[in-house]
């Protein structure tokens, strides 16, 4: 059964600061792996979507990696800023026909002006 | 139309009453999902649509939970006999097909006093 893991749960750096949010996974055989980002009260927003064969993906500021052998990505914020103050989760999609993603429990960042 | 809609954004039942939540998908989106997210945690997955098909319902709770998409557009999940338990937002998702990323709805935040 896939199980997937976000450390830290809560994070909290002043603005300007580059930073690094983890995503673990128990089992490697995934279709693709999606950050996304989450605003109090409101639904998910797409960030970056990652097929099994890419190593990373980047958009702007956000530059996301994945190492499906050791069952993880990361998720690395440039110069944050007080606007990227949200919830981060990542969601993987396992193989074959399945719309289901395993999503972790997210990580709360916070980031000081 | 632009993004996922989802109605009502909020709704208050009483336990033991029936509900209905409305998914509206992206125009030609073929794909549905329908998740439920509890506070402090991921979404969860509940089914999947491929046009007018549940292709995987395997996170339905139990019986008192049923989803219908009847024409492969709008989406509805119902829930008979409401308990306090299901109170959580119920995220519903589109995609092109389910190798595409998703595009996700604000949520319907469902109370059940």
């Known amino acids: 059964k896939q199980e997937v893991t976000q450390i830290p749960a809560a994070l909290s750096v002043p603005e300007g600061e580059n930073l690094v949010l983890n995503c673990s996974f128990t089992d490697s055989a995934i279709y693709n792996l999606q950050w996304f980002r989450q605003d109090p009260g409101k639904g998910l927003t797409s960030l970056l979507l990652?097929?099994?064969?890419?190593r990373e993906q980047t958009s702007g500021r956000l530059n996301a990696s994945l190492d499906k052998s050791s069952g993880r990505s990361t998720l690395y914020i440039a110069a944050s800023q007080p606007g990227d103050s949200a919830t981060y989760l990542c969601?993987?999609?396992?193989?074959?026909?399945?719309?289901?993603?395993?999503f972790g429990q997210g990580t709360t960042l916070q980031v000081k002006p | 139309g632009a993004g996922v809609s989802q109605t009502p954004s909020n709704k208050v039942t009483e336990k033991g009453k029936y509900v209905e939540l409305r998914c509206d998908p992206i125009s030609g989106h073929t794909a549905l999902y329908w998740y439920r997210q509890s506070l402090g945690q991921g979404p969860e997955f509940l089914i999947y649509?491929?046009?007018?098909?549940?292709?995987?319902d395997s996170g339905l709770p139990n019986d008192r939970f049923f989803a219908v998409r009847p024409e492969g557009s709008v989406s509805t999940l119902k829930i008979q006999r409401t308990e306090r338990g299901d109170s959580a937002v119920y995220l519903c998702?589109?995609?092109?097909?389910?190798?595409?990323?998703?595009?996700f709805g604000s949520g319907t935040r469902l109370t059940v006093v």
């Open positions: 990652i097929q099994s064969s890419q």
């Open positions: 998702a589109s995609s092109q097909d389910s190798f595409y990323g998703y595009t």
């Open positions: 969601a993987v999609k396992g193989p074959g026909n399945t719309g289901k993603l395993i």
């Open positions: 649509f491929q046009g007018t098909g549940a292709a995987d």
